[in-house]
């Protein structure tokens, strides 16, 4: 059984009177059990949309989607899921306390097991000493992170995390990814949509790119980035002045940067420039092999978004 | 230097001003106020959609107001006029028919509709509502019979009303008592009299108390007289011309005096009167 | 429906903390120190005017308590989209309405007790420090106003519901049902002056069956106004209570299953 299904599911608003605008396109997605699944796309692109979708907050105009089985309207399959959703609001007046209770009695757990789950993610998200302190009183990071304490109360085999990452400082963003990861660890499933492509790529197995309401790829990370090289980029010690009387015979282009050259160059002539720079004693100071990152990949997408839209 | 001087000065300045411009408000306000009080008012059905959830306090404050607009025109010394006590028993009517249960209404309509304004049948409109929603409530009949007997010479009515206050728990036994007097005698002033000491009972108002006691002893110092115009046509077979005659033949030693400053009479029909009317006689 | 109950909790516990809820305490507590002196202006029903004076205060206090909690706890909640994590967790749209009114309600129940309290302990008070003569508080038909007051509130409290189930704003929820509350409250005083004819004023038979037609739809509020019953500890038979105890959870229930029903088609972006 798949964890999370979306099938062909389409989501239009009207514009006015007999104008229509289009949310999502024909999402179809299976995610299986234990994935870390990264929902990438720019701003707009229909990811918070499809979140919403497949928590029952928005009904799809066609199309289905299913959660460890279940449709989306099943309301009971939700004490099994957890869900963060973007720059939370919670009730001002209460505690975190009082939030984890209520998430807890609502996902069906004992006032005693309520207890232990709060006691051991209030310590997990650092909000231990405030743990009787008012929301109202609360920084956007301590917000956030309440809300992935709110998430994760009742134990869920899913978690879906809409722009986990946004408003959180550098320290936060490393708790919420080692939270991702021992999520993994646990065998869950996570979902989670960001437009930060370093945390896509440090955390995800599978990655699902979004523009423009469709789904445009969907690959495992190590697939998408372990392409063969298309070439090579070295950094010398040297100007390109210096770097250019060595480049006769070699494809290779060089760009100045500070007091040092990046020479670029295809795999073939790897082998013939290293030599030519060797017999100078120029110094090398990085070799890297260039591959396209995520980043190139998701300009490409919208590239050719673009493209179809014209 | 200079600088730091004039904020100051300027603030002060407008405070001063501020506080001369408000006590000349105010005392316009205040005259303002003083003419409104002619006391306009709304039809009742009116009142009681606006009262909206609040139809017993705007009762109260409607019968407050009023009070308060006739304390202080008695205490300028002014006397209403027709007008005024129009309005004054239309405000009245208005708060009792808001809450017709509260009881202010009617007392205070008892003490001045009858005496002062001289519209006992408005009274007796009033307070026949009192009587029919205060059903435990003998004083409302009570007023009414006295305003019948009394001002409108209604004996029939009077009596009525007195048997039904006569029948409601609480009423003094005298009441039963006039009830059955009232549909005999014929001038009425015994009734009269115990009348008015009950009345006297049911006002807190000192200065109607006072009145109706100077009433009372007016009327019983013509009761005394009527008696003894009685033992002298029984001894002496002829009706007394003037009280000297009463005086000189003993049966009226001493003549009662008009608490209101006039004197006795006997008219030629052999009625007893005062030359003051009951009305207190100014020099 | 059995995630009533946290639900409820954290709405009462929510409203409860409000600011709202403590400045208006402190305006009742002004208010009622002022029935002592207030009272005495009058030269016999003393007894009846504090009654009328601290029954009238918690019905206004009880009034602006139920509309601002009320829009604020649901349209609120829709406003600031913190419906979502509500919503989100294995909670029904419907329990999710019920759960808050049910929340509502107790603070509108907790409150009236406490406003109750200080007003009778106002009338009390007055009671105490004059004469018999000037009547006594009637404490049963005292409690039952204020019983019938509590309900009307939570009648009101239904209607807001039912906006805010379909309405955005917190300002036209708040504004819509101010407007009901003028027309429940005026509509049978209304219909019962058109009916009974006014002095001398012609009135279109049209007019007469839009005005029914409104006293049927509208709630009519006054049914539930006894404070002239408290003030004068008049006698309250078991059906002037019962039809418009009925009245009022028949009304409240259908608001409540129509706020429910309205959610279950709407979404939350």
């Known amino acids: 059984m798949e964890t999370i299904v979306f099938d062909r599911v389409t989501k239009t608003y009207p514009v006015g009177l007999r104008k229509k605008a289009t949310a999502l396109e024909g999402l179809t997605l299976h995610i299986a059990q234990g994935t870390v699944f990264g929902f990438l796309g720019p701003n707009g692109a229909g990811k918070s949309t499809a979140i919403k979708i497949l928590l029952n907050l928005i009904f799809p105009t066609s199309g289905q989607a299913f959660l460890l089985g279940k449709p989306m309207t099943d309301t009971a399959v939700r004490s099994r899921v957890g869900y963060l959703p973007e720059s939370p609001n919670f009730y001002d007046h209460l505690t975190p306390e009082e939030l984890l209770w209520f998430g807890g009695k609502t996902s069906g757990l004992t006032t005693n097991q309520i207890k232990e789950r709060t006691d051991s993610l209030l310590d997990l998200v650092d909000l231990a000493r405030v743990r009787r302190q008012r929301l109202r009183t609360f920084s956007k990071g301590m917000i956030q992170r309440a809300g992935v304490a709110l998430a994760l109360v009742n134990d869920p085999d899913v978690v879906i995390l809409d722009e986990p990452m946004s408003g959180l400082d550098p320290l936060g963003r490393k708790l919420m990814a080692d939270i991702i990861r021992r999520l993994k660890h646990d065998g869950k499933t996570v979902f989670f949509s960001s437009h930060i492509l370093h945390d896509v790529e440090d955390l995800c197995d599978q990655v699902g790119i979004i523009v423009k309401a469709r789904l445009r790829r969907v690959a495992g990370l190590a697939d998408v980035l372990s392409v063969p090289a298309t070439g090579w980029s070295l950094t010398v010690k040297a100007t390109p002045d210096m770097v250019h009387s060595h480049l006769t015979g070699v494809t290779a282009t060089h760009t100045a940067r500070g007091g040092l050259t990046e020479i670029r160059t295809s795999e073939m002539d790897l082998g013939k420039l290293l030599d030519r720079l060797g017999a100078l004693k120029e110094v090398l100071v990085s070799a890297t092999p260039l591959r396209p990152t995520l980043e190139d990949i998701l300009l490409q997408e919208i590239e050719r978004a673009d493209g179809e839209s014209r | ?283 | 429906m059995k995630h009533l109950w946290p639900i409820a909790k954290i709405t009462f516990l929510e409203g409860l903390r409000s600011r709202v809820f403590f400045g208006l305490f402190i305006v009742a507590l002004l208010l009622f120190s002022s029935t002592y002196t207030l009272s005495y202006l009058f030269p016999r029903d003393v007894v009846k005017v504090a009654v009328d004076l601290s029954l009238a205060i918690t019905s206004l206090v009880g009034l602006i308590l139920t509309l601002f909690l009320g829009t604020q706890l649901l349209a609120k909640d829709l406003e600031r989209r913190t419906i979502h994590m509500v919503l989100a967790k294995a909670v029904s749209r419907s329990e999710y309405v019920v759960g808050k009114f049910a929340g509502l309600s107790l603070i509108i129940v907790c409150s009236m007790i406490v406003l109750g309290g200080f007003a009778a302990f106002a009338s009390w008070t007055v009671d105490l420090l004059t004469a018999d003569q000037y009547g006594v508080v009637h404490w049963p038909t005292f409690v039952l106003a204020l019983s019938m007051m509590t309900l009307m509130l939570m009648l009101l409290a239904s209607v807001i519901f039912f906006f805010s189930s379909f309405v955005s704003s917190t300002f036209l929820a708040l504004g819509l049902t101010l407007v009901i509350y003028l027309i429940g409250q005026s509509v049978e005083e209304l219909k019962h002056f058109l009916e009974t004819g006014a002095e001398g004023v012609a009135i279109s038979p049209v007019f007469l069956k839009i005005v029914t037609g409104v006293y049927y739809i509208f709630p009519n509020l006054a049914a539930f106004n006894f404070k002239t019953q408290a003030a004068h500890g008049l006698s309250v038979s078991l059906s002037d209570v019962a039809w418009p105890f009925l009245y009022g959870v028949f009304y409240s229930g259908v608001m409540i299953a129509s706020a429910a029903w309205i959610f279950r088609r709407r979404e939350f972006t």
């Open chain 2, 1 to 283: 230097m200079t600088r730091s001087f004039v904020l100051p000065i300027v603030v002060a300045a407008l405070i001063a001003g501020h506080l001369l411009v408000a006590l000349q408000l105010q005392s316009q306000r205040v005259a303002m106020a003083q003419e409104r009080e002619q006391l306009g008012y709304l039809p009742a059905a009116a009142i009681r959609l606006l009262a909206l959830d609040y139809r017993d306090l705007v009762a109260d404050l409607i019968f407050s107001r009023t009070l308060s607009f006739h304390g202080g025109v008695l205490k300028r010394g002014e006397k209403p006029d027709a007008k005024t006590w129009q309005a004054i028993y239309r405000r009245i009517d208005a708060a009792s028919e808001l809450d017709p249960y509260f009881v202010d209404p009617y007392y205070f309509g008892q003490a001045v509709l009858t005496w002062d304004a001289h519209m006992p049948k408005e009274a007796n409109a009033l307070l026949d509502r009192g009587r029919r929603f205060r059903s435990d409530d003998w004083v409302m009949p009570f007023f009414m019979g006295f305003n019948a007997f009394y001002f409108l010479h209604d004996k029939a009515q009077g009596a009525a009303y007195l048997m039904e206050a006569s029948r409601r728990p609480g009423s003094s036994p005298l009441v039963g008592l006039l009830a059955a007097r009232l549909s005999s005698e014929s001038r009425g002033t015994e009734t009269a009299i115990a009348f008015l000491q009950e009345l006297e009972a049911q006002t807190d108002d000192v200065g109607v108390k006072s009145d109706l006691r100077n009433r009372a002893e007016a009327l019983r110092g013509i009761s005394v007289i009527e008696q003894a115009v009685k033992r002298y046509r029984e001894i002496f077979g002829k009706s007394p011309v003037t009280l000297r005659d009463l005086q000189e033949s003993t049966i009226l030693p001493q003549v009662p005096i008009d608490p209101y400053g006039g004197k006795f009479y006997i008219a030629p029909d052999g009625q007893v009167w005062t030359t003051s009317d009951l009305r207190p006689v100014t020099e």
